[in-house]
Nanobody, 127 residues
């Protein structure tokens, strides 16, 4: 059984930072893509950042330069360091895992074919 567990969300003031973590278990494919997505009330899922097994990363324009996605020492852990947070970053954040090809383009932007998802974690940024 594949399981993803997010942690590290919370409430911060504008300009603050948060580090989100995601631990995956039970995923047996050796090559994969892990990604962070977010959904604000009334909006669709939005790809935030993704990382392949080989370390290749993709970022949404909205977070580029403010966020860094990385693997932990154990490749089953993924982090998203978010700096200079803005109220527009407030959303439920989800981590997900899928095959390597979903790490960019349409698949990433629309969160398509990421087969497994975490429960989500809330990030609230106040002005």
């Amino acid at each position: 059984q594949v399981r993803l567990v997010e942690s590290g969300g919370g409430s911060v003031q504008s300009g603050g930072s948060l580090r989100l973590s995601c631990v995956v278990s039970g995923y047996t494919d050796r090559q994969y893509c892990m990604g962070w997505f977010r959904q604000a009330p009334g909006k669709e899922h939005e790809g935030v950042a993704s990382i392949k097994t080989d370390g290749t990363t993709t970022y949404a324009d909205s977070v580029k330069g403010r966020s860094t996605i990385s693997h932990g020492n154990a490749k089953n852990t993924m982090y998203l360091q978010m700096n200079s947070l803005e109220p527009e970053d407030s959303a439920m954040y989800y981590c997900a895992i899928g095959p390597p090809y979903v790490c960019s383009g349409y698949y990433f932007e629309r969160a398509v074919q990421f087969g497994y998802w975490g429960q989500g974690i809330r990030v609230t940024v106040s002005s």
